[in-house]
């Protein structure tokens, strides 16, 4: 029987955060894959909520390396994660449900994680 483990929901103001990654050399390589850095900002700002997102539904402590946890989409639109290194092995026997969106200005994440 799956069991929900974390749930974790963040939002992220889009302008603020193209000025970070405006004014932090290296933020942009830091947290994304090579993949999610061609993104356009809103879809950027809404990757990086679901990072927070999943950090906080996995009652993250202890920093994660933002490269293992990629963001793809399927071909209708809808969003998963993509795990490697650490973070496979953390969430083997797990489902992560994710959601994205951005409107007036605001990217937002909400994640979900089963243990299945």
Known sequence: ?????????DVVDIDRFKESLDRTPGLLARVFTENESKLKISSLAARFAAKEALAKALNAKSEFSWQDAEI???VSGKPYFVFSG????????????LTLSH????ASAMVIVEKV
């Open 72 to 74: 793809l989409s399927e």
């Open 86 to 97: 650490e973070m496979k092995v953390r969430l083997e026997g797990h489902t992560v449900h």
């Open 1 to 9: 029987m799956a069991a929900i483990t974390g749930i974790g929901i």
């Open 103 to 106: 409107d007036a200005g605001i």
